[in-house]
């Protein structure tokens, strides 16, 4: 199984000749309506993906645009359950409008494409909205994307359900959020930060962490988003070996030695 890390939180997954998709977005500094001169970033081939997963509707995750450009007809969008929610409803709307073939799984439900078996698994959503986390099997290796989740008490039970895991991909910025529809704002990180991730890692029994959803040197962050300082330097103290970093645009082979 071949991974390749996308902008921010997402990644493009390949196997036996399949491809899927996970939080995909457009070109990052287009979420908040800002421009920048820069290159593209690495995306998919247009049309070439079969199944795309979202695991909440926040645009910074769920980049509809994007989706359409990367999805085969008729290809399934795999998303949590809606909720109305001031963050997620611009989103809705636009997957509404797009035609794209959605589909909700439920926590623990599991759906198969081509050579792929994908289980939605609990995940817990710093601003309030519905949100899962992926793990995706195939060739005989096991990953876990965790959006950006905050840390919670279900690790426990994906491990023992699902893992262990060849490679685990978590959010490591603790960004503290001061939105305008979220008043009055909440001083507390609205997902993991390093440490946490590093030990979510541990208890995931994963061979490899890798963290996602942290300074991506190409996203302008609007006003009232804070990270920590030197996440991926402070992940890899806490990791310690488990951690390993992917820029954005590179591959790993997690059939190769990480899953051996």
């Not at 287009?30 to 795309?52: H, K, T, W």
């Not at 029994?205 to 609007?222: F, M, Q, S, T, Y």
Request: aromatic content about 6%; charged content about 20%.
């Amino acid at each position: 199984m071949r991974i390749r890390r996308l902008a921010w939180a997402g990644l493009e997954i390949e196997a036996e000749g399949a491809t899927v998709v996970v939080d995909l977005v457009q070109h990052p500094n287009e979420l908040f309506g800002l421009r920048d001169p820069q290159a593209e970033l690495p995306a998919p081939s247009a049309g070439a993906v079969d199944a795309a997963l979202v695991t909440h509707l926040h645009v910074d995750h769920t980049g509809v645009p994007a989706l359409a450009r990367a999805l085969r007809p008729g290809a399934p969008v795999f998303r949590p359950a809606p909720f109305a929610d001031v963050l997620t409803e611009g989103v809705e709307r636009e997957l509404s409008a797009s035609g794209l073939a959605t589909e909700v799984v439920a926590e623990w439900e599991r759906r198969e494409v081509g050579p792929f078996r994908i289980t939605a698994v609990p995940a817990v959503d710093g601003l309030g909205s519905p949100q899962v986390s992926w793990v995706v099997e195939a060739d005989g290796s096991r990953i876990l994307h965790a959006g950006d989740t905050l840390f919670h008490g279900a690790w426990w039970s994906i491990a023992a359900r699902c893992g262990p895991f060849d490679a685990v991909f978590l959010p490591i910025n603790g960004a503290v959020v001061d939105a305008p529809a979220l008043q009055p704002p909440s001083p507390f990180p609205a997902a993991m930060g390093p440490e946490q991730a590093a030990v979510a890692a541990r208890i995931l029994g994963a061979r490899a962490a890798v963290p996602i959803h942290h300074d991506d040197e190409h996203l302008i962050k609007p006003p009232g988003y804070v990270e920590v300082d030197g996440p991926v330097a402070e992940f890899r103290i806490h990791a310690g070996g488990i951690a390993h970093v992917l820029d954005v645009g590179e591959w790993r082979d997690f059939t190769g030695e990480l899953a051996a």
